[in-house]
């Protein structure tokens, strides 16, 4: 099982961004999977999560702002992230959780 992150990039705050993890492998459905950040200097902290079943939950950081949403016939997990601070910088992390499978990382940036 792989999974490849994409989407990130250099955005002005207020600004929005979509996060992509497209998952490979030899997998029946693509389960309960995460959003990770790792902002410079700090650990790796979970912001968004979604089950099997579609339920959601978030980080007090984000929510109200980022939404993750899953395509199970594209095997795509998605994060929309909307009203961008300078304080989401950060290279951000998908996971899957049956497999232990972290994707390769993604850099958003915001900053005027």
């Known amino acids: 099982v792989q999974l490849q992150a994409s989407g990130g990039g250099s955005v002005q705050p207020g600004g929005s961004l979509r996060l992509s993890c497209a998952v490979s492998g030899s997998i029946y459905t693509i389960s309960s999977m995460g959003w990770y950040r790792q902002p410079p200097g700090n650990q790796r902290t979970l912001i968004a999560s979604i089950t099997g079943r579609g339920s959601t939950s978030y980080a007090d950081s984000v929510k109200g702002r980022f939404t993750i949403s899953r395509d199970n016939a594209r095997k795509t997990v998605y994060l929309q992230m909307n009203s961008l601070k300078p304080d989401d910088t950060a290279v951000y992390y998908c996971?899957?959780?049956?497999?232990?499978?972290w994707g390769q990382g993604t850099l958003v940036t915001v900053s005027s």
């Open positions: 996971y899957r959780d049956l497999t232990r499978t």
